[in-house]
């Protein structure tokens, strides 16, 4: 949903900024390793 509503998104994690980038981007190509687990967990039918 984040993917489809947003333009930039920015990943938190532990209260720490782990990365921000424009939507497409951080889709296509995470930077960070929690990011990358994050998309990852998304279920098959909902990565669009």
């Given at each position: 949903m984040v993917?489809?509503?947003s333009d930039?998104?920015?990943v938190m994690?532990?209260?720490q900024v782990v990365e921000q980038a424009d939507a497409?981007?951080?889709y296509r190509q995470?930077?960070?390793d929690y990011t990358r687990q994050l998309l990852a967990?998304?279920?098959r039918g909902?990565?669009?």
């Open positions: 993917k489809h509503i930039q998104v920015l994690h532990q209260g497409d981007t951080l995470p930077q960070a967990a998304i279920p909902w990565r669009g």
